[in-house]
């Protein structure tokens, strides 16, 4: 990693307003187009998604057919062309799977989950059902998201580590890819050693079962470097979750911003990473943080995140 790019990372990952003080007119899109070497590259039309998570508010979670014909309609419009699965919004897997088509939208990816219950002994028929509901939508990846703790515990996250494995065994005979997401709590909480859970997860599944997707909020939120990662592990993320985050600190919420306006440097990160091809998901887990007492904040959230991926340039 080049010093330019280290002390632009340090410089957007703190997303302070001193560092914005400091930072005098620089701003995401002029560091898309200038700085040393040739940023000619860009995110492929084909490869600009979004987390349905971020519209979770506008198509609801019951089966309401022109709330969520609405929201797919006006992502087709801002360009997306891919999304990612949280959830069918009260519909079954058939139903959803058409309202997208309707709209030209291809779910590559879903955060479908798998049950990590060390005493759950039906886990695997349940895990094949949610794999058969992952190719009606057509997926290539099916992953976890999230989980309730414990985080401080070494062997659990060896126990994770191999459910992954058993989770990713499953998944590639249904012609899927198992993956896991990361908030923060997996860089924050340390093995004995100091290094992060996190390392522990890359350490102890196995490449071609479990891949990864790289939250660039969070993981900055976690404290980590995304750049170094990249460069380690350049095969073991297939996506990101493209999030930004505000230049100051809210004080009683989460520092989520839309992509673009906020202080997280995502040409670096994007250079860095196109040693292997990436999907790129528009994330914000609650757009009116940024737009407050606008009801059409996910929409404006929406259409500024897909504004920015296909202009940025690398």
Same mark, same amino acid.
């Given at each position: 990693?080049?010093?330019?790019?280290?002390?632009?990372?340090?410089?957007?990952?703190?997303?302070?307003?001193?560092?914005?003080?400091? *930072? %005098?007119?620089?701003?995401? /899109? $002029?560091?898309?187009?200038?700085?040393?070497? !040739?940023?000619?590259?860009?995110?492929? @039309?084909?490869?600009?998604?979004?987390?349905?998570?971020?519209?979770?508010?506008?198509?609801?979670?019951?089966?309401?057919?022109?709330?969520?014909?609405?929201?797919?309609?006006?992502?087709?419009?801002?360009?997306?062309?891919?999304?990612?699965?949280?959830?069918?919004?009260?519909?079954?897997?058939?139903?959803?799977?058409?309202?997208?088509?309707?709209?030209?939208?291809?779910?590559?990816?879903?955060?479908?989950?798998?049950?990590?219950?060390?005493?759950?002994?039906?886990?695997?028929?349940?895990?094949?059902?949610?794999?058969?509901?992952?190719?009606?939508?057509?997926?290539?990846?099916?992953?976890?998201?999230?989980?309730?703790?414990?985080?401080?515990?070494?062997?659990?996250?060896?126990?994770?580590?191999?459910?992954?494995?058993? *989770? %990713?065994?499953?998944?590639? /005979? $249904?012609?899927?890819?198992?993956?896991?997401? !990361?908030?923060?709590?997996?860089?924050? @909480?340390?093995?004995?050693?100091?290094?992060?859970?996190?390392?522990?997860?890359?350490?102890?599944?196995?490449?071609?079962?479990?891949?990864?997707?790289?939250?660039?909020?969070?993981?900055?939120?976690?404290?980590?470097?995304?750049?170094?990662?990249?460069?380690?592990?350049?095969?073991?993320?297939?996506?990101?979750?493209?999030?930004?985050?505000?230049?100051?600190?809210?004080?009683?919420?989460?520092?989520?911003?839309?992509?673009?306006?906020?202080?997280?440097?995502?040409?670096?990160?994007?250079?860095?990473?196109?040693?292997?091809?990436?999907?790129?998901?528009?994330?914000?887990?609650?757009?009116?943080?940024?737009?407050?007492?606008?009801?059409?904040?996910?929409?404006?959230?929406?259409?500024?995140?897909?504004?920015?991926?296909?202009?940025?340039?690398?």
């Amino acid at each position: 990693m080049t010093n330019l790019n280290r002390r632009r990372f340090i410089g957007a990952a703190i997303g302070t307003g001193a560092v914005a003080a400091t *930072a %005098g007119s620089w701003t995401p /899109a $002029a560091s898309a187009d200038s700085g040393t070497g !040739n940023r000619s590259r860009g995110v492929p @039309n084909s490869r600009i998604g979004i987390q349905l998570y971020t519209m979770r508010e506008k198509m609801g979670n019951d089966a309401n057919r022109a709330n969520v014909r609405r929201v797919l309609n006006r992502l087709d419009a801002y360009g997306y062309s891919e999304v990612e699965l949280a959830g069918y919004a009260g519909f079954t897997a058939q139903q959803f799977r058409a309202l997208l088509d309707n709209a030209g939208l291809n779910a590559v990816s879903g955060h479908d989950g798998v049950n990590i219950d060390p005493d759950n002994t039906t886990w695997q028929s349940d895990y094949e059902q949610t794999l058969e509901n992952a190719n009606i939508m057509g997926q290539e990846y099916t992953g976890l998201a999230w989980f309730p703790g414990p985080y401080d515990d070494a062997s659990f996250w060896s126990f994770l580590a191999q459910r992954m494995n058993e *989770a %990713g065994e499953l998944a590639k /005979a $249904a012609g899927l890819q198992f993956f896991y997401h !990361n908030h923060n709590f997996e860089f924050e @909480n340390k093995q004995a050693d100091g290094t992060p859970f996190f390392d522990l997860l890359l350490a102890e599944t196995e490449p071609e079962l479990v891949k990864f997707e790289l939250d660039l909020y969070w993981i900055i939120r976690g404290g980590q470097n995304p750049l170094e990662y990249l460069t380690d592990h350049a095969d073991r993320f297939f996506a990101y979750h493209v999030k930004d985050r505000t230049w100051g600190d809210r004080p009683n919420e989460e520092d989520f911003e839309d992509v673009g306006p906020g202080a997280i440097d995502f040409p670096d990160i994007f250079a860095v990473g196109i040693a292997t091809p990436k999907h790129y998901f528009v994330e914000h887990d609650a757009p009116w943080l940024s737009h407050p007492d606008d009801d059409n904040a996910e929409f404006i959230t929406a259409r500024t995140g897909a504004t920015y991926l296909q202009n940025v340039r690398f």
